[in-house]
């Protein structure tokens, strides 16, 4: 834990003990380094007597320092069971001391050597005077794990303070590569160039405008990427400049239905990012698709476009959805009857920084279908089609349709591909008749073909190739 006396350690404390612990870890590891030296010396051929007393002077005062820098740090936090683990060890590997050490690795036992930036934001919370946010937090941490979640504080003036784990790997960064630095750096514009103005607008006024609430936000990745995410934002502690903000970060949870695609856009409609379910959907992955106008995937794109401008126009307060049908492109299938369903996410009651989560959900289904290439390389398969014959759908996007046919056919395939505009005799698929497809376990699956040949969709959707025939199993 981190006090020293079984107490609450507020942030500066915090700070000052990170410190201390960093001096700690320094100087162990220099002694480490002296103890190399004095080893790597007795390995050359010849040693001179006065080379090996130096080096031998050297490791003592490593040695020595270290001690005075542990023992120092002791004293102030006696009980912390991390820096008593840490000092356990370097009497073990360098005093070569092991029984003085096992005595501190019990003491480091019985105090505990996790560091908890929850409990740390709970104290902090708990010892100010004003009890809004205390209860706040206290209501709001309850089911809060951790590992899963992100933490994050910051001070008045948008610099992260602390983060754990789970925040750093929700962006993508390191340990050490975010504290310091600003909290907008996390976020693409416009809200990175506006976080700073949002947090002066609540010190000047005390008015909340996205605390206390849950909000759906987005984020940007170390790698340049924009990705949802779920933030409860709250007051930590202090008044004026020296406030405190605590933001805790969930992924969002998953739509209700599977077969649910959400999108990311701006209020004008362009795509920040999308659910990995787009190429099961529409075929298209959804990295090709971030950076288009959401209304371009539609076949009625100037209606959809209109619903959208009057959705963003609506005086509404609250993030209320709104609904409407549409007929969704697919780059390798007859377009797709779907039901839109818009939510407002960001800064809500501001126009300029909220954005759209449009949740799009297939109104019937494709069947068990796929799209192939006039090289038998299969370009699209739904899902129903991988469950059916037991592959990950992933798996199959990389496959010929020679290895889903049994011997022999698999081995002529090619060639009949090459005579699709030869009549086909009564027992060829293209005839309706029952045709074997090899399931992953390698059982044969009876189906009949309806297929159909195209050279290129009528809108060829980004990061799509046309597809020479569709086949449509029964």
Not at 215 to 224: A, E, I, N, P, S
Not at 318 to 326: F, G, I, L, P
């Amino acid at each position: 834990m981190f006090p020293a006396d079984g107490g609450g350690l507020d942030l500066i404390g915090y700070v000052e003990y990170q410190r201390n612990y960093r001096g700690c870890i320094k100087a162990h590891k220099v002694a480490l380094v002296a103890q190399r030296q004095f080893w790597n010396s007795l390995l050359r051929d010849t040693v001179r007597f006065v080379d090996l007393q130096k080096t031998l002077k050297l490791m003592a005062k490593a040695e020595d320092k270290a001690t005075s820098t542990y023992r120092r740090v002791l004293e102030r936090y006696p009980n912390n069971g991390k820096l008593l683990k840490i000092y356990g060890r370097f009497l073990e590997y360098v005093r070569n001391d092991p029984c003085t050490a096992a005595k501190y690795y019990a003491e480091a036992s019985k105090y505990g050597t996790s560091e908890s930036l929850l409990t740390l934001a709970q104290g902090q919370s708990s010892s100010t005077s004003t009890t809004s946010g205390s209860s706040n937090l206290t209501s709001a941490t309850g089911t809060v794990n951790e590992r899963v979640d992100g933490l994050i504080i910051i001070n008045a003036s948008g610099q992260i303070l602390m983060v754990n784990a789970a925040a750093l790997a929700l962006f993508g960064y390191g340990k050490g590569e975010l504290e310091g630095k600003s909290l907008s750096m996390l976020m693409p514009q416009p809200w990175a160039q506006q976080h700073n103005s949002f947090l002066d607008r609540y010190i000047e006024s005390g008015v909340p405008h996205i605390l206390d609430r849950n909000r759906t936000m987005v984020g940007l990745h170390k790698d340049r990427s924009v990705f949802p995410f779920n933030l409860l934002a709250m007051r930590l502690s202090g008044l004026g400049g020296d406030t405190l903000f605590l933001g805790v970060l969930r992924r969002p949870p998953p739509t209700s239905d599977s077969t649910t695609v959400r999108f990311s856009t701006t209020a004008s409609g362009l795509i920040l990012s999308a659910d990995s379910g787009t190429e099961g959907m529409l075929g298209v992955a959804a990295s090709h698709l971030v950076g288009q106008q959401v209304a371009n995937l539609f076949t009625d794109s100037d209606v959809v476009q209109s619903f959208l401008v009057k959705t963003v126009g609506s005086k509404s307060e609250s993030e209320t959805s709104y609904k409407t049908h549409a007929s969704m492109l697919h780059a390798y299938l007859p377009a797709v009857e779907v039901e839109l369903n818009v939510q407002f996410g960001g800064a809500v009651e501001d126009s300029e920084c909220r954005f759209l989560i449009i949740e799009v959900h297939p109104v019937s289904d494709a069947g068990a279908v796929m799209a192939l290439n006039q090289k038998g390389r299969l370009l699209f398969v739904t899902d129903k089609l991988a469950a059916m014959l037991g592959y990950p759908i992933v798996n199959m996007a990389k496959m010929d349709l020679n290895s889903l046919l049994p011997t022999p056919y698999g081995q002529m395939h090619t060639a009949w591909l090459k005579a699709l505009d030869r009549r086909p005799g009564p027992s060829s698929c293209r005839a309706g008749g029952v045709v074997h497809l090899l399931a992953a376990n390698g059982a044969k699956v009876p189906v009949t073909l309806k297929m159909s040949g195209t050279k290129a969709p009528v809108r060829t959707m980004a990061g799509a190739d046309p597809p020479r025939f569709r086949g449509y199993s029964r």
